[in-house]
C-alpha cells in the first residue's frame, strides 16, 4: 500500500457523480478492478464505500454437479 503523504494534496471524491466521472475516466488505463482501486486511491482521496457501491462485483464461477448416467 502506498504511505501516505500528508502533504500532497489530493482532491477528495465522495459524491458518486464525481467519482463515476474518475472511474470512466480511469477505466482505459486500468487492466483489471485491482489496477482501477490502485490508480483511483493513487490519484484521489476517495470514499471507499461509494467506490465499491459503484465497481462491478465479480461473479463466482458456478460449481457444476457432475451429470448422471
Known sequence: MLDADLFLARPTLVHAGPLAHALDGLKAKAASPTDMWRLLTDSYTVDLDAVAALLP?????????????
Request: aromatic fraction near 8%.
Open 57 to 69: 462485483v465479480p461473479e463466482p464461477e458456478p460449481v457444476w454437479l457432475p451429470a448422471r448416467d
